[in-house]
Nanobody, 119 residues
């Protein structure tokens, strides 16, 4: 059974930084696609950043220039460095991993970690 374990959330003041981590545990080869999502109360889950196996990355407009996604394939881990945090970044952050084998995609979600930006 493959699981994603997230860490790094917490309370930070506006303008501060946090680094989230998400590690895949269990028997699985290198993850093809990683994504970080967030969900604030009363809103739908939105994709914040993604990292494909070829190294390409994408970001939501709201976080461009402030957030950076990176991956360590040897550790099957993805990171989200969040700088210049704003109160509107407050949400539960979830990682997602997609592994495709023989045209079958397996999607796995992390348990979520709370990020609160407040003075």
């Amino acid at each position: 059974q493959v699981q994603l374990v997230e860490s790094g959330g917490g309370l930070v003041q506006p303008g501060g930084s946090l680094r989230l981590s998400c590690a895949a545990s269990g028997s699985i080869s290198v993850i093809d696609w990683w994504g970080w999502y967030r969900q604030a109360p009363g809103t739908s889950r939105e994709l914040v950043a993604s990292s494909a196996f070829d190294g390409s990355t994408e970001y939501a407009d709201s976080v461009k220039g402030r957030f950076a996604i990176s991956r360590d394939n040897a550790k099957n881990t993805v990171y989200l460095q969040m700088n210049s945090l704003k109160p509107e970044d407050t949400a539960v952050y979830y990682c997602q991993a997609i592994k495709t084998v023989a045209a079958t995609a397996t999607r796995i979600w992390g348990q979520g970690t709370q990020v609160t930006v407040s003075s």
